[in-house]
């Protein structure tokens, strides 16, 4: 498909760089720059959902990342201890006055929550260049009954 928007690249490379991340993520997305012509450099952004099985992903993609050098473990194991959920219980003291009473409002059990998770990955495909990679954080605040952080609690590392 690349081919038919006329990007001229190596696509056998990207093709094999291509199958090895498919096989360690949950989705990819393509970024590819434009201009007068489609240029050579493709961004791989990695996706790996928001389940149980996400930080095993992390993990496995990060092991290549790290074969391909286009990370360390030490960073991988950041982005993995990065997962996690801060809920108001926890630490009231810390969350402003205005988030403490719209819970508050939201009805009886009703907390808020801050998650935080690695967003995605995007490693970066150049002509005649090495592999280099980004990562992507994400934090939400939510409010949630007291009832669904217990389950939410079996998905994330609860802080």
């Given amino acids: 498909m690349l081919l038919e928007v006329g990007w001229q690249g190596e696509q056998y490379m990207l093709a094999s760089t291509l199958t090895a991340l498919a096989q360690r993520c949950e989705r990819i997305d393509l970024d ?84 935080y998770w690695l967003h995605h990955i995007k490693v970066v495909f150049q002509p005649k260049l090495p592999l280099s990679a980004k990562a992507y954080l994400g934090v939400s605040h939510d409010r949630m009954s007291r009832e669904n952080l217990r389950e939410q609690m079996n998905m994330v590392r609860y802080k």
């Fill in 32 to 115: 590819i720059d434009v201009g007068e012509s489609v240029l050579g450099k493709v961004g791989l952004e990695c996706y790996f959902g928001r389940d149980l099985k996400t930080l095993e992903r992390i993990a496995h993609l990060g092991s290549w990342l790290v074969d391909n050098g286009c990370a360390t473990s030490a960073k991988v194991d950041a982005m993995i201890q990065f997962h996690g959920l801060v809920h108001q219980d926890r630490s009231s003291d810390l969350w402003p006055d205005y988030l403490l009473k719209m819970a508050i409002l939201a009805g009886h059990g009703v907390a808020n929550q801050m998650n």
